[in-house]
């Protein structure tokens, strides 16, 4: 652990001051559309943003860092990032910030995959688990400090939005002082979506309708909190809460996963999580009951896409789970983009209870088919299934490549020690 932060300390850092102003900005534009008078289709729209230009980035991201090099982009996209976060306050307009925002989304891939694989690069197999984990636990650091950061000025002015870019110019300076440029990463041949659907279809599903749940938890719930009545206070405890959840849950559900049959796992997460949605939806006035409805679902929810991801490599030959990744955030990323039109929509129609009527019904459909599919054919005994890898619904393909090639390795690696005769 000790050397892990010894040599990659600025770059965690780093992310955690970009994790802080990613955060700030998604609250602070659903509280500050509000006050603009955005209607909830408006929000919507430019909530998806985001995520449209996360999934083109993690398309075109590798490629820029082929020809132009790692420190370039990551300096030139951090750059972006933080002028846009100026912008929004001057130009109070629906699509200049969906087009603010589809930008930010493209920045933000790119600058995971660069300091993923800077991540990767700074680490050896044995302390890799040991970094993706400090990585992911900065991002949730990260994401639930920015929410306390909203309560420290007016979010009809200027200053809020200052801030954030203020952190993400702060953030970059490091890293690109301490870290010197790495090969770019050689991505594995990708599998196509016809394949990874062949594969595993629980996976594909399952991975499609959590990026609607992501989506509604980044992107709508301060759209949510303002249309409740909400405080700012209020609001960032709210937005907190689903990240606080996934922190304390992840762990346990991943050890879980190494132990029993994954989908029933990925039944009882899903239902879980639709009965926490329903609860909030049912108590949607009272605070308290919808902070608890935010744990939970933050907490099912998260682990639940690391999940998918080792349930669809137990259906894969080793040499093709890498190539899965890109295919898998793919899928995971157009839920992303269509979960804030559609829950505009619920929203509009039922008022703020439609926010977790829609994750109750993404919940409950997840569970119906994982159930369904148990039905079909059988699972894999746990003895026989990949390691769990930990990774976090904001990460790039990168991340993901990289914590299943560790995860395959480890694999490897207790097999070996189980049967030292086939080493």
């Known amino acids: 652990m000790f050397s892990v932060l010894k040599n990659a300390w600025a770059l965690l850092l780093g992310m955690m001051l970009l994790q802080v102003g990613n955060g700030m900005q998604s609250t602070l534009l659903g509280i500050r559309g509000e006050i603009e008078g955005f209607s909830t289709a408006s929000m919507s729209l430019i909530m998806s943003g985001y995520f449209v ?89 990260g994401i639930v400090t920015s929410q306390a950061l909203l309560v420290l000025a007016d979010p009809g002015g200027f200053i809020l939005f200052i801030i954030p870019s203020v952190l993400i110019s702060l953030a970059f300076t490091p890293i690109l002082l301490s870290i010197s440029p790495v090969p770019a990463h050689a991505s594995a041949k990708p599998l196509s979506l016809f394949q990874i659907w062949r594969a595993s279809p629980l996976g594909c599903v399952g991975m499609l309708l959590l990026g609607g749940i992501f989506s509604a938890q980044f992107g709508m719930a301060s759209v949510f909190g303002t249309q409740a009545g909400l405080s700012v206070a209020q609001i960032s405890t709210f ?79 080793h040499d093709a789970m890498a190539g899965a990744a890109g295919g898998m955030v793919f899928i995971n990323g157009l839920g992303a983009v269509s979960g804030p039109l559609l829950l505009g929509w619920i929203m509009s129609a039922f008022g703020p209870p439609g926010f977790f009527i829609f994750i109750a019904l993404l919940g409950a459909v997840l569970a119906a088919y994982a159930g369904f599919r148990m039905t079909i054919r059988p699972a894999p005994a746990a003895s026989e299934t990949d390691s769990y890898a930990i990774v976090t619904m904001s990460s790039s393909p990168a991340a993901v490549s990289f914590a299943t090639e560790y995860a395959i390795d480890t694999a490897q690696e207790d097999e070996t020690s189980e049967n030292p005769r086939s080493a």
């Not at 980035?57 to 090099?69: E, N, Q």
């Not at 605070?287 to 137990?314: E, T």
Request: glycine share 10%; hydrophobic share 55%; with cysteine.
């Open 53 to 141: 230009g996360f999934l083109f980035g993690s398309r075109i991201a590798p490629d820029l860092l082929r020809k132009v090099g790692h420190v370039r982009v990551f300096a030139a996209l951090a750059s972006l990032i933080s002028a846009v976060m100026i912008m929004y306050p001057w130009v109070t307009d629906p699509y200049a910030w969906t087009a603010g925002r589809i930008l930010v989304g493209f920045c933000f891939s790119g600058v995971y995959v660069t300091a993923e694989s800077w991540l990767n690069d700074s680490t050896d197999n044995e302390n890799r688990g040991q970094a993706l984990a400090l990585y992911m636990i900065m991002q949730m650091l």
């Open 239 to 317: 937005v907190s809460a689903f990240f606080v959840g996934a922190l304390v849950l992840q762990f346990p559900i991943g050890w879980l996963s190494d132990r029993m049959d994954r989908r029933l796992l990925i039944m009882g997460t899903s239902s879980i999580l639709g009965g926490a949605a329903i609860f909030g939806a049912l108590f949607s006035g009272a605070f308290w009951a919808i902070v608890v409805s935010a744990v939970i679902v933050g907490g099912m929810s998260n682990p639940l896409y690391s999940l998918l991801l080792a349930y669809v490599n137990d259906y894969l030959d």
